[in-house]
């Protein structure tokens, strides 16, 4: 059986737009701790609704970008 870890790209989507935490958490109306826990990898439960937002505002900034472009199986 093959496990795969789902990667979670906001540090790398941050980095890429030269945006920061507190600009995630104010567009998004995310929590700083959960913004965070994106961030570093250790969320424990991913909330479908905040996968949504923090998509929704990177599509603002780049409206090519793909949910893959957030979300990876590695």
């Known amino acids: ?3 795969l870890k789902l990667k979670i790209k906001v540090s790398d ?3 890429k737009y030269k945006k ?3 600009w995630l ?3 998004t109306g995310i929590r ?3 913004v965070q826990n994106y961030y570093y990898e250790t969320i424990k439960r991913i909330n479908v609704d905040d ?3 923090i998509y929704r ?3 603002e900034l780049d409206s090519t970008i793909t949910i893959q472009d957030l979300l990876d199986f590695i």
Request: proline letters at 5%; hydrophobic letters at 50%; charged letters at 15%.
């Open 25 to 27: 958490c104010d567009v």
């Open 32 to 34: 700083p701790a959960t």
């Open 20 to 22: 920061n935490q507190k």
């Open 51 to 53: 996968i949504e937002s």
């Open 1 to 3: 059986m093959i496990l």
């Open 13 to 15: 989507l941050l980095g």
């Open 57 to 59: 505002a990177f599509y």
